[in-house]
């Protein structure tokens, strides 16, 4: 199996942002030193929007030039590890600013299916070419913030025309209809790891432009969000999270909903979800074949150190006999 660890690299977009230490850099650096120890390497799906408000306020606000700087010494370093640093567009830093304290966050544009499509086009190719700027290397695949990817035909026109032919935002199964959020991917084909598409990246055309990558899904009882929330408010040091920050807040029925019936979530890494890591790769094991791809999504905000240590046997027991992979190897671009 070919294994794809795929971590969005932000902050929190909530009341409180969290620090560039605490939400990136330092659990960042944590997860390096165990991938070290086996030589594997991942990919980065950097929010390039953030590092163009820190260009952007740094100017007027000098004490953010200081996380301009850290963000991009360490993403300049893990593109010459050899890591991929991908595109992941969170368009609300188009209406969110510095106040001189904090960052102060507008969602009421928080997919890129509320601008334009000329807008569109303009933030991707900003967005592509500050990446390019700091790492030196074109990015090659794409993550949609908040999986917001459709209506996908104006970012697909966006992506061509900076040279992204492959997404993975989808996780088959998944759905969520938010005021800030929303995807629909329950025709998203379940173990089908890899596949073309043209219109709807959860939809395959044989002959389409782009390929989707989708990030593995589980299917999920009640308990496992009950288990979830408990651990959320123990004292427990390791299960608490690196981040300082908080999270876009999820609408009352939407909880209500993961609480009282079944649903699909992504394989994560991040705190208590790393705990079905090995089910869910054993059922992708029984399901497909071996040249197959397993995707893990994460979030360094949302390490936590039990998180960390799960994924850690995880790949102690996966790494002999399975490949991991980032998006520039499996297209053969250095």
Known sequence: MNIFITLDYELFFGNQSGTVAKCIIQPTNDLIKILDQYNIKISFFVDSGYLLALEKFKTI????????????????????EGHGIELHVHPHWEDSFYDGNSWIFNTRRYKLSDFSEQE?????????????????????????????????????????????????????????DSPNQKFDFRKAPRYITEYKFEHDPSIPLEHGTFSEIPISSYKVLPSFFWNFALKKFTNDNK???????????????????????????????????????KKSFDLYCKKTSPNDHF??????????????????????????ENEYLTFRKLIQID
Not at 62 to 70: A, I, N, R, T, V
Not at 246 to 272: C, E, N, Q
Not at 297 to 303: D, E, M, N, S, T
Request: net charge positive; aromatic share 12%.
């Open 295 to 320: 995707v893990i999504i994460g979030h360094p905000k949302a390490f936590t150190p039990y998180g960390l240590d799960t994924f850690k046997t995880f790949v102690d027991n996966t790494v002999k």
């Open 239 to 277: 299960h608490q999270s690196y981040g300082d920050g908080y999270a876009i807040k999820m609408p009352y029925a939407s909880k209500l909903r993961l609480l009282t019936s079944s649903s699909y979530s992504v394989v994560s890494m991040d705190g208590f979800k790393a705990s079905l890591l």
């Open 61 to 80: 606000q000098p004490e953010l030039e200081s996380d301009y700087q850290k963000l991009s010494d360490q993403i300049r370093k893990l593109a010459q």
């Open 120 to 176: 569109t086009l303009e933030i991707v190719s900003r967005h592509c070419d500050i990446l390019f700027r700091i790492s030196g290397k074109h990015p090659v695949a794409y993550r949609a913030g908040g999986w917001s990817v459709q209506p996908f035909p104006p970012i697909g026109r966006a992506l061509n025309k900076n040279g992204i032919l492959i997404d993975s935002s989808v996780f088959p199964k998944g759905y969520y």
